[in-house]
Every structure is written in structure tokens, then in C-alpha cells.
């Protein structure tokens, strides 16, 4: 067996993939020796990241292209040869600012409304929304939802930065008035009555990625057939996560104090597409809320990575075009394909799509079943990046 | 003569904290403050003008912090992240030692140097306490679990003390399994039996 590959991940239900990759065997199986390395910021992810101290990462896949593009203390390229999940980030209000929503007729998950209500409300002063990091999907997403609203995302949101674990008391303690945070710490604070679910991200972007499998680029040039075999137990892992047969197993599993340390059932109601939507027990099933099925959402598309690159360039002080060229170089579909063609995997015709285009499951050759998609806008824009 | 530096270290952990400021005590220039309370850091730090910021890499409200520090930055205050690619080795012994530093833009490297070294060092050495210390409870732990068990089958069966633990020790070794932990999953079995 091969030298143990550092790889770190941030206790959050969607390090699943990795975290099951290590405890179901599929890591052994490949002969691969994974050390996984628990991490309690993600700046520390990127710090060792780009000093080598780790070689890979469950990582904020913005934060992953920020990287790439030079903003990081010691800067590193950093590849993504597979996307970890799809969407799982919850938008949630605090009890005063509920009630502040009611008040001026926004309905909750309606996205549109709720995007209005907010606008609404910001002539007082900006919502302060704490998010786990400024370089992530919660931050562009937000932001996306108002400026597709017509007005501008600074003048409506006060970010905050705030460790997932703190989220919860930064809400009570009144230091912010809403936060936007994966799985499970939105439905464990709904669950203890802080607030009230107001959007998951899918409701403004269905094809959104959340966090992604990042490599430096480095350690893959040197390492070819390991990232290979990476990609493969990754793949098989996520896809046996997406089974809701195994979601009460995995969620035991995760819970362990080595990796999550919470409560199962948040993490495995989670994993089985519920979203709690009050504290009275509301729940709504929504399968695109929270996706590992790889073969659907594995493929690190360049497109998805170039749209978010460049709404994120102009607050990151990049230019456009840096921000497409390097988000595309950063996909290695290469990878992904040259890993899984070998286990049949569906896999595009080509390497980008056009963004928002795809409003239900669109099949792909040699497959019955659809598999791609849907990965529309709430505002039903498109983005072709060629 | 050079002007006097301004370290903060941000450490809940206030053992360490002091291990970090008794060790630059041996150069002079330094001043040290130890913020052990992470609630309002951005108006502390404002007031307290820091020329180098060290925080424990492990820290949860790091992130925090880190967008407070660019926040300041923003405000032209003189905190900048640590961007040194002259000596990429010190800063990876440092993310390994777990500090990460903050350090004023345009600061003399020699300057920097000692202070890193110190924390390095006393962040080694404080792990180095602790493990003592979880071993050396683990141990007692692990003898008092003994000494019930030798009790016990001194009770239970009439032995001396020294028979009671030759047992132990003889069942350890047929088993392949420490005296603690047959010791131990004694007292656990006595304790379902009786």
C-alpha cells in the first residue's frame, strides 16, 4: 500500500463522502491509505493546504478558486477533479426578523418573496446574515438572489463570518439577524426554536455545488494514478451515501465523535432529503436539497466553476477573464473521466454546459435513466461560458 | 535603538498564552499582550494597535477573525496577513506546531524571526505538558482500576495480594491484553453479574 494521503475535512454532514470512503472500506479496496484529518476552520484547510501539510481537501468550492487565483497567504494551485455535493446550505431567520418578514406579506420559500421582503426591509438598516466563510456558495448565492432582484447585495447584507458551531448562538445573543449554513446545524437550530427556514440554496440555484474534492496541484502531477484511484472511492462512496438504505448507517457513523460529534438524527433526516422547517415539526421532503448522488452531480463541469468565479471576481479584485481561465484550468474533468470511464459512469459529451439551461433530468448516451440536472436559476438566467 | 513591537496573542488557553510571553522575555523590544476573550476582538484590536497577531491555527472563531483582520486592513490599519515566500518553512513549521501569525505589512524579517521561533517553541513544548499530563492521568486511571480488581479477586477467591495480581498477569498474557484492560473488563463483568 501506497504512502497515507493527508486529507482534511471540516466536521459538516457533507464531508459524508470522505469521511465513508475511510469507514465502508472503498478507500481499501482501491489500496489506498487515506489519514483524514479533522479541521475546525476552513482557514486552517487552506493554510495546509498550501503549505503541504495536507495534500487534499473537503473544501469550499470558492474557496478552492480563490486559491487558484492567488488570494491565500501562501497562494497554491488547487484542482477539482469531483464535486462532493450539490446544494445542502439552508437560509434561515431569526425570531425577530420572522416576524419582521410576516409583517411586510413575504412568504416563506417562496425565493422571489422572501428576496423581496428582504429588500423591503434593509431601508432600516442591512440584514446581518452570519455565513461560515466570505469565499463560498452561501455568500455568491445570497448575493445572486439580490442582485437578480435589481438592487445591490451590499446595501441589503451585512455578512458576518461565524463558525458553524457558533451560528446558532451569534442568532440568540442578537450579534446577526439570519444565517445561511449547511447540514445539520440549520435543522439543529430550527430544531431548538432560533428560527425559521426561509429558503435551502436549490430554491435560488438547483445546480449549485456545494463543496468540492480539492487536490493541490502539485501532489496531483506527482500523483497521478493515487488521484485516479481518489476519484473512484469518492465516486462509490457518494453514490452509497445517496441511498437513503444506508442513510441511518452513515449517519451513525458520522456522528462519531471523531468526525461530527453531534446528535444522529438531524444528520440522518438530512440525508434522507428533510428539511425542518419550523420548531413545531414542519418538515418538507426535498431531494435536491442536499445531493450526493455522484454519477449526477460528481462531474466538475468548467461552466459551474467559471459562473462562480466570475460573480465572485469583482469583490475578490480579479478580472473576468483571470477568474474564467483559472476556474476552468482548476476542473480536471480530464481526471474524472480517464478514473470513471473504467466503472461505466455516465459521462458528458463535453466538459462545459450552458448554466441554468437545464430545467429537468436530461439523459446522456448510453443511459436510460436521465442524469444530468436540473440545474435552473430561481430568475431563469442561463450562462453559456464559451 | 528599535522602536518597542507589539505582539497580541489571541489564545483562550491562558497556560499557553503565558508560556508564549515568559519566552520572548529573554529579548528585549517586545511588548506582549495576552486577549483570551475572542467577543468584541475588532475594537480591542483597534485600540490595541498590534504589530504581530498569534492565534491558535486550531481556533473555531478563526475565521472570524480573519475576516475582522482584512476588515482592518481595509481601514488602513497595519495588520496584514503573514505573506512571506522567503521562508515557506517557517511558516509550515508553524501551521504544524498549530500558530498561525498576522504580521504589520513591510515588517523587517529579523524582527519577526524570534518571535515566531519563541511561539514555535512553546507551542511544542505546551503539547508536550499536555500529553505528559493525560498520561500520567491515564495511568492512575488505569491503577486504580487495577487495585479494585486485585480486591476483588482477593474476596471472591481468598488470594494475597501478590496472587490476586500474578492472576491478572497471567490472564493478560494468555490473552495478548494489558493488566489495565483485564482488570477492567472485570470490574465492568462484576459489575453486570452482582
Known sequence: MSKAINIGFVPLTDAAPLILAVEMGFAEEEGLSINLVRE???????????FGVLDGAHILLPMALAMSLGLAPAPNKIDIPIILNMNGNSFVAGNKLTKKIKAVGGVFGKTKDIGEALITLTQESPIRVAVPFLQSMHV???????????????TVFDFHVCAPSSIEMALNTGN????????????????NGSGHLMLTSNSIWQGAPEKAFGIRRQWLDEHRNEAEQMVRVLYRAANWVSNPSNASVASEILSNP???DLDTNHIESNLRGDILVKSNGMTINEPLALQFDAKRIGFPWKSTAAWIAEQNAPYWGVSIEDARTIAREACRTDIYRSALESVKAPLPSANEKVEGSLKARTSVSGFHEPIFGPDA?????TFDVA | MTETLHIVVIDPNKDRAFLIVDGLQE??????????ETHGLARKLLSLKPDIILIDLEDPSRDSFEQIVSALNAAKQPVAMFVDHSDQSMMRAAIEAGISAYVVDGMRKDRIK??????????????????????????????????RAKGMLMKARNLTEEEAYSLLRKTAMDQGRRVSEVAEGLLTAAKLLL
Open chain 2, 27 to 36: 529579548y528585549s523590544g517586545y511588548k506582549v499582550t495576552v486577549v483570551g
Open chain 1, 176 to 191: 446577526v439577524d439570519a444565517f445561511m449554513v449547511g447540514a445539520p446545524w440549520a435543522t439543529n437550530a430550527i430544531d
Open chain 1, 258 to 260: 471523531k468526525y461530527l
Open chain 1, 40 to 50: 475546525h476552520n476552513w482557514s486552517s484547510v487552506r493554510d495546509k493546504l498550501s
Open chain 2, 114 to 147: 524570534p518571535v515566531l521561533e519563541t511561539a514555535i517553541a512553546r507551542f511544542h513544548s505546551f503539547q508536550r505538558v499536555k500529553k505528559e499530563l493525560e498520561t500520567t492521568k491515564a495511568a492512575l486511571a488505569e491503577r486504580k482500576h487495577v487495585d
Open chain 1, 377 to 381: 436559476f430561481f430568475d431563469g438566467i
Open chain 1, 140 to 154: 455568491t448565492m445570497l448575493r445572486h438572489l439580490i442582485s437578480q432582484l435589481g438592487h445591490t447585495p451590499e
